[in-house]
């Protein structure tokens, strides 16, 4: 993300705004794929932030590919999330003020694999969601809990 690295560079780790998307991909079980993150050893979702003049849509798919090796097919809005609670500290001490818009699959072509960002993948159920969630997600997570899914 050369957007974000070149601000860092003026600003250093203080607070940013940063508009990205996250996609929560559900199998035909209504599973929901997370990949543990190796950052922070945290279970996150595929997604990521928006290169400049970059559409929402394009840049979830983008980092959907890029994380996961899955092309999406329908994608449908699940929420637009931000606020207090998706500030996070990065374990390079970059800070940021997440504005998550989250989309919602249950079609993908494709087998997954990981890249350098992540060490492992599962599916799980809305009663097994691991407890160690990546912070800026959980309120995506939350709602998945509650079953608020687009069918």
């Not at 050369?2 to 601000?7: P, V």
């Not at 890249?115 to 159920?125: K, L, P, Q």
């Not at 997570?141 to 899914?149: A, Q, S, T």
Request: one cysteine or more; aromatic letters at 10%.
């Amino acid at each position: 993300m050369d957007y974000i690295l070149e601000l860092r560079q003026l600003v250093g780790h203080r607070p940013l705004m940063m508009v990205g998307t996250a996609t929560l991909i559900i199998d035909e079980r209504s599973c929901l794929l997370m990949m543990k993150r190796s950052d922070n050893g945290c279970w996150g979702l595929p997604g990521g932030g928006l290169e400049l003049g970059e559409a929402l849509e394009a840049g979830a798919r983008r980092e959907a590919r890029e994380e996961t090796g899955l092309e999406l097919q329908d994608m449908h809005l699940f929420g637009a999330f931000s606020g207090p609670e998706l500030f996070y500290r990065y374990p390079n001490d970059d800070e940021i003020y997440g504005v998550v818009i989250a989309y919602l699959t249950r079609g993908w072509r494709g087998e997954v694999s990981l890249n350098d960002e992540h060490t492992e993948w599962r599916w799980f159920t809305a009663a097994d969601l691991p407890k160690d969630i990546n912070p800026p997600i959980i309120p995506l997570i939350e709602k998945f809990k509650r079953g608020d899914l687009i069918p």
